[in-house]
């Protein structure tokens, strides 16, 4: 029922700043919490940011200080907003959407978006 598209991704210098969209269908977007996690090649997807309906936020160890997410209801949009990027940043990127139901959490992914920190 929930799609969600991602965009802005691509390469990048280290030092340089990207800033990734995740545009959402349906009606509800206000309802669920948005998250941004992040694969690299070998490892486990993490989790790197996360902004509930209330605008609450957490943020990986690793991105505090560089990484902002937010959010924009009215556009059906969350935003990762990423400065100060290394090279240890590569990875795909994924938006996520989660809400808690009677039966059990609904969860959507996005497609997955690459972002690469290089020279």
């Known amino acids: 029922q929930v799609q969600l598209v991602e965009s802005g991704g691509g390469l990048v210098q280290p030092g340089g700043s990207l800033r990734l969209s995740c545009a959402a269908s349906?009606?509800?977007?206000?309802?669920?919490?948005m998250g941004w996690y992040r694969q690299a090649p070998g490892k486990q997807r993490e989790m790197v940011g996360i902004i509930t309906s209330g605008y609450s936020t957490n943020y990986a160890d690793s991105v505090k200080g560089r990484f902002t997410i937010s959010r924009d209801n009215a556009k059906n949009t969350v935003y990762l907003q990423m400065n100060n990027l290394k090279p240890e940043d590569t990875a795909v990127y994924y938006c996520?959407?989660?809400?808690?139901?009677?039966?059990?959490?609904?969860?959507?992914w996005g497609q997955g978006i690459q972002v690469t920190v290089s020279s």
């Open positions: 996520n959407a989660k809400r808690a139901t009677p039966w059990g959490a609904d969860m959507y």
């Open positions: 349906g009606s509800a977007f206000s309802t669920y919490a």
